[in-house]
C-alpha cells in the first residue's frame, strides 16, 4: 500500500499543482473582468456603460439560474427515517 502512495506522489503532486494554478487563473481574470466592469458601469460613454448594466442585470441573473438548476442534478435526496 505505502508502494502505491509512493509511486502515486509525483501525479499527486502535479495535480497539486495544476490546482492552485487553475485557481489563480480564475482569480485574476475574475477580478479583472469584475474590475472592467464595474469601470464600465460608471463610463461617460453611454453605450458601455449600457453594455455592462445589461451584462450585470441580464446576463448574471440568467446565468445563475441556469446553474442552479444543473446543480440539483448532483444533490443527493435526503436520507429519510422513519422512527
Do not use: N, Q
Not at 472592467?36 to 446565468?63: C, K, M, Q, T
Not at 442552479?68 to 435526503?78: E, N, S, Y
Amino acid at each position: 500500500m505505502i508502494e502505491l502512495f509512493m509511486r502515486s506522489l509525483p501525479l499527486l503532486k502535479s495535480a497539486v499543482l495544476m490546482t492552485l494554478f487553475l485557481g489563480l487563473l480564475s482569480f485574476v481574470l475574475g477580478s479583472t473582468l469584475g474590475l472592467l466592469v464595474a469601470l464600465a458601469r460608471i463610463s461617460s460613454i453611454g453605450a458601455l456603460r449600457a453594455f455592462a448594466f445589461a451584462y450585470v442585470s441580464i446576463y448574471l441573473p440568467w446565468h445563475a439560474a441556469a446553474r442552479a438548476d444543473t446543480a440539483d442534478l448532483f444533490r443527493f435526496a435526503p436520507v429519510r427515517s422513519d422512527t
